[in-house]
């Protein structure tokens, strides 16, 4: 039998998603929505995801607390802010 090493780009993958994997299921959920999606605003991401507007920004601080979110102004509105999936 022969085992394979995973290459270090799986391996930091790995290391993001098993972050993900210790946050609550809405977490997951808008992880899951950035991650098909791409950026999306906040109301998008409640829209998306069927989630009320304090549940999607709850999700969001969890996410960006591991790193895997990041955030930035939407150029259509600077009121509104854009976020994305930083893994793949």
Do not use: H, N
């Not at 039998?1 to 959920?29: G, Y």
């Not at 998008?44 to 591991?66: I, K």
């Amino acid at each position: 039998m022969s085992i394979t090493e995973p290459t270090q780009v799986d391996t930091a993958q790995d290391t993001s998603w098993d972050a993900v994997s210790d946050l609550p299921p809405s977490a997951k959920l808008v992880a899951k929505s950035l991650e098909y999606q791409g950026s999306l605003t906040q109301s998008q991401l409640a829209e998306e995801t069927l989630l009320p507007a304090r549940t999607v920004r709850y999700a969001l601080s969890r996410l960006e607390e591991v790193d895997v979110v990041e955030s930035r102004f939407s150029f259509s509105d600077a009121r509104k802010r854009v976020y994305s999936l930083t893994i793949e």
